[in-house]
């Protein structure tokens, strides 16, 4: 599993990848909860999608979401995605919010047998502004220098945050698969031909 370098990777596609994630998760067997018993989940999903709250994506993310999984994932949104289960808050502890990540992660394994869970961060978030430190993006007036080294200090946050949860989430449900991207800058024209791409955070789902 790559989790030691800290580079930007090339960018993927995220309708091609979602496409991809749809397949190879239809071979899959549901995970199952230690504790929990019964045959067969009440109804089937393949993904729990965990994404931030951001306007600029979820209905874009949506769109790919149905295209490719129709009804089959289930979604938490918390502010930060990876960053919300794991953030140090520093004075203002927010250890309900890991907890919320974790119960729901456990639902979603008990009532739908989900197989992974994928992580969706996304670039020029607000909570990773707020919350741990990075600086607001401007993209019409950075400098390409600017621009190229706050793209390396984002993902090197998101990594680490991002690396941080799927290890809670593995150490916490034994067969369940955790996977995570970075969403690149959201196209300025959502409706033009600029596809969404993102970089790999973490897993082996690639
Ligand atoms: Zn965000």
């Known amino acids: 599993m790559d989790t030691d370098s800290n580079d930007v990777t090339a960018p993927v596609s995220l309708d091609a990848y979602l496409g991809k994630l749809s397949g190879d998760l239809s071979k899959r067997t549901p995970c199952k909860l230690p504790f929990w018993d019964a045959a067969k989940p ?30 089959r994932y289930d979604q938490v949104s918390l502010a930060g995605a990876g ?23 456990a639902l979603s394994i008990q009532l739908h047998g ?37 793209d390396k200090k984002e993902y090197k946050s998101h990594k680490k945050h991002v690396v941080r949860l799927a290890s809670i989430l593995e150490k916490r449900f034994d067969d369940l698969e955790v996977t995570g991207i970075l969403l690149s800058r959201f196209p300025k024209h959502p409706t033009g031909s600029e596809p969404i791409v993102f970089d790999f955070l973490y897993g082996d789902l690639k």
């Open 83 to 105: 960053l919300s289960a794991v953030i140090d808050f520093g004075t203002d502890l927010k250890p309900h919010w890991q907890q919320t990540v974790l119960e729901h992660v």
């Open 42 to 71: 009440i109804s089937e999903a393949d993904v729990l999608l965990l994404s931030c709250i951001d306007y600029r994506y979820s209905h874009a993310i949506h769109e790919l979401m149905r295209k490719h999984f129709g009804l």
């Open 114 to 150: 989900i197989k992974t869970v994928l992580i969706m961060d996304h670039r020029n978030c607000g909570a990773y502004s707020k919350f741990a430190g990075l600086p607001a993006r401007d993209y019409d007036h950075e400098k390409p220098d600017q621009a190229r080294e706050n």
